[in-house]
């Protein structure tokens, strides 16, 4: 498949999920407006209501963990492109994916050195 096609792919790919949105909007606004009704915006969990307010502050010790979920999900962003051409580059794409993953690495152990990765 040429590279024209596949982007006049991803071009009608993007034109008819724009489309569908716009069929969605079109329809919800045919059904009428929203009916405000009392206790629609409070907030519940599993069917019943929320005692402690919705919005509270988290432990700054799970910013880590959200750190660290950020950093192996980039991992993954990145080892896929990576896998797609890596027939093409061989041993310098095995290289450089070493290399990439070392540094994760070591910053994985660097955090548990710190204490990081302990529960409270």
Known sequence: MANDSRYLLLLGMLACTGAF???????????????????????????????PPAWVRYHVHYYGFALLFLCFDMEMAFMYPWAVVYKE????????????????????????????????
């Open 21 to 51: 949105a716009g069929l969605l909007y079109l329809v919800k606004s045919s059904l009428g407006q929203p009916v405000a009704e009392p206790g629609k915006d409070v907030p519940a969990e599993s069917g019943r209501l929320a005692v």
């Open 89 to 120: 580059l061989g041993i310098t794409a095995l290289l450089d994916m070493g290399v990439f993953l070392l540094i994760l690495f070591l910053g994985l152990v660097y955090t548990w050195n710190q204490g990081g990765l302990k529960r409270q």
